[in-house]
């Protein structure tokens, strides 16, 4: 577990300003997604962030632009954290030529890799051996940039976590592996998946350090990833961190969630990051609830921009069909 | 008596319950099949009849749970394995290609392999590349295993019932987007022989083949072909491997004309295998091309009007039948 608590470090007021900013954005985004969803503007699988906003705040302010982040389908939050306008990320939700993939890829494969965003990806485990790939690069190259590497508990019993994390300490890549632990994989709790309760011991196998991180607070968060950040930069190799955190919606938009109970929903909501660094920034630091108002009015109107954007935005035109599948221009497609 | 009618996930739920009622050996795996009543409710209750045991969740491990099935099938139990979507049954491939296709090859007939792994297959709206692929034309490409792909309720309960019964190992293709489907189904028991391909509508004038949910193309392409007094006739592969070409064959020996339509990629598809017998050994009986509509050579957009233009349609059909029947238009 992490030895160091929220209150042993201090964290200066812009911090929690950015920290509180980026997570009501990414809730208000989704909220506004949930919505549009419902509308049936978004289509297909759409999986919400919302509870697990701390996690993406303390993993930006513990790493640098360079840093490559990778995740799993439930990846809005992590993207737009990373820097992906909320515009070409409602733009991609609608399926529009505006977005982040082009309207290509939808919910479930946001990409910016000028943000340094590899994906969204949709097969349960991949990207985890993917994510180790980003850190072999930057090893190869000689850089001191690491590879974030997200997924989730369900992931966690996937062959392919063993595989790379032998590799990744074989190779020391400079890699941290995020396990989000939401404490479920779709309607299977973590309980039933294994008689190893707690995924960071996973890592001892390895002989790779692990923790156990507290998701809910972005000072853990923070605290964790960039010691695991520091020591992967070092040419220490690669670090398990089970973040623990909680998401308040179902699995998908189509989940009846009858595997937990509203008592357990409301529990977490009682911790909720955004709360909690709202009251910091109006006790401790003495921020006038009007300096509040400003922000939480300018993440609407982005987020309201975003829809207005993504609505007025065109469609891809019908040629893309067979564009973007091989970078070769002109690829001799079969056309019956 | 007249038949009931019921959904098509209620028909692959009688066939699964029906089997382990009668055969002790045969038991239910795959994520989220027992608590949660199945991703798709397709298991719904079966956790409650036949208990943990025989129902069985397990974690996200395709590899490693469907290692498991395959070896218990080798030492004496008859497993279903489901897969949430054969997407997913990409990681362990190499189980039903190298292990569970070729044992029996492999051991000179020493050990069998009777398993059948099923699940949805192929496009269900705007799911992106990743959860979009058909591969029916993939598995039909190994030898050793047989390919079943449904298109309605009542074949879906009879070849899951025969491939439940089948010593050979049997993928078993369904659809997200046809589950609650509705077809008649009878009370009474029946079994579908695989490798049977089925005329779903008989007509003189050119023969449309399809399988899974482009039967539904298929049969709305000949009801516009109908209005203009062309008669299609409609042939439900519902078998993929073995391919009963010889169905196909006695249809085209009447119509002289073939088109096939499936939502597999074109490359070495179902319908280039059907299209070289056709030619091969019905070459005389042949007014026009072989002609096909698969999805496009490209992993599925998501984008609404990309997937329009990925999937094979009715209009396009409509179309291509007139071609091969040289009608202006
Ligand atoms: C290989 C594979 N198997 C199954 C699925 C279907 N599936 C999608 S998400 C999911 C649950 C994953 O849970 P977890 O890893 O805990 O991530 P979370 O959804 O909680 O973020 C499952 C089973 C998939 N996409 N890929
Ligand atoms: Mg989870």
Redesign the pocket.
Known sequence: MSTTTKESVKFTKETYLYWYELMLLLRKFEEKAGQLYGMQKIRGFC?LYIGQEALAAGCMTATKPDDTFIT???DHGLAIAKGITPKACMAELYGKATGCSKGKGGSMHFFGVKERFFGGH?????QIGTGAGLAFAEQYKGTDSVSLTF??????R?GMLHETFNLAMLWKLPVIFIC???N???G?SVQRTSNVIDIYKLADAYEMPGDSVDGMSPEAVHEAVARAVKRAREGGGPTLLEIKTY?YKG??MSDPQKYRTKEEVEEYKQRDPIEYTREKLVNDFKVPESEIEVINDRVKAEVDESVKFAEESPWPSDDELLKDVYIQQDYPFIVD | MANRVIQFREALREAMSEEMRRDERVYLMG??VAEYNG?YKVSQGMLDEFGPKRVIDTP?S?LGFTAVAVGSAQNGLRPIVE???W??AV?PLDQILNTASKMLAMSGGQVGCPIVFRGPNGSAGQLGA??STAFESLYANIPGLKVISVSNPYDAKGLLKSAIRDDDPVIFMESEVMYGDKGEVPEEEYLIPIGKADIKRAGSDVTIVSFNKMMKVALGAAEELAKENINAEVIDLRTIRPLDWHTVLESVKKTNRLVIVEEQWPFASVSSELAYTIQKEGFDYLDAPVRRITSADAPMHYAPNLVAAYLPDVPRTVKLVKEVMYLKK
């Not at chain 1, 949709?122 to 991949?126: D, E, N, P, Q, W």
């Open positions: 999986h799993a389908y439930r949709g097969i349960v485990g991949a997924f989730g508990d369900g992931a966690a996937q989000e632990n939401n479920y994989a779709m299977t998401r699995h998908s | 994520e989220e991703a996200i395709e897969y949430m979507t997407n997913f990681l990743q959860h």
